[in-house]
């Protein structure tokens, strides 16, 4: 599976970006999406997960704030960001857990600066 993430920018605090993640498979064959982000000089984290069934798990400083969300007939992922800080600057990552693996989105930069 190849992914492809775009809608990474330049953004003032306050301010709201939509991130997009666009597959080569059929979206409906995962069993979980999920987007991730790496500060500078940090570890990546969980922004939020979602399984096959809906269930979601949001990271407590993202809860709110973000909003996943997904279009099977585009096999495309969505993560919506609202209210956005200077401490979500970061690159984003798109995961999909698929029936043979684990796949990875190439990161869109964010950047949440005045």
């Known amino acids: 599976v190849q992914l492809q993430a775009s809608g990474g920018g330049l953004v003032q605090p306050g301010g709201s970006l939509r991130l997009s993640c666009v597959g080569s498979r059929n979206i409906l064959s995962t069993h979980a999406l999920g987007w991730y982000r790496q500060a500078p000089g940090k570890q990546r984290d969980l922004v939020v997960d979602i399984t096959s069934r809906g269930t979601t798990r949001y990271a407590d400083s993202m809860k709110g704030r973000f909003t996943i969300s997904r279009d099977n007939a585009k096999n495309t992922m969505y993560l919506q960001m609202n209210s956005l800080k200077p401490e979500d600057t970061a690159v984003y990552y798109c995961?999909?857990?698929?029936?043979?693996?684990?796949?990875w989105g190439q990161g869109t930069l964010v950047t949440v600066s005045s």
């Open positions: 995961k999909w857990s698929d029936y043979d693996g684990v796949y």
